[in-house]
């Protein structure tokens, strides 16, 4: 069982950048992958990118690759997503989730079992 809490969520400027921690308890995240996925008022949740921790293999939807990064501190079991250059588009909650696997998809939210609660990521002038 694997808990996740996501925390750096908030409000920025166009252009601007933030960091997004999922903070992972409960098992190590060896041989998980790490999706982070977004919803906007009103739309489906779709995936933004994923993380294999068995592979080292990344993901990123078309609308953020380049602005978006997202990378793995061992030591302290979190998964990071930069984020620069948001654009109003961004704004949603942000979530991550995990499922044990080695292959890193974000195509279906389903493919994955443990969910955080989410942070709310407003980019606004």
């Known amino acids: 069982q694997v808990q996740l809490v996501e925390s750096g969520g908030g409000l920025v400027q166009p252009g601007g950048s933030l960091r997004l921690s999922c903070a992972a308890s409960?098992?190590?995240?060896?041989?998980?992958?790490i999706g982070w996925f977004r919803q906007a008022p009103g739309k489906e949740r779709e995936g933004v990118s994923c993380f294999s921790s068995s592979t080292g293999h990344t993901n990123y939807a078309d609308s953020v690759r380049g602005r978006f990064t997202i990378s793995r501190d061992n030591a302290k079991n979190t998964v990071y997503l930069q984020m620069n250059s948001l654009k109003p588009d961004d704004t949603a909650v942000y979530y991550c989730a995990a499922t044990r696997s080695a292959y890193c998809t974000i195509a279906d939210m389903f493919d994955y079992d443990y969910w955080g609660q989410g942070t709310q990521v407003t980019v606004s002038s």
């Open positions: 409960g098992s190590t995240l060896d041989y998980y992958v």
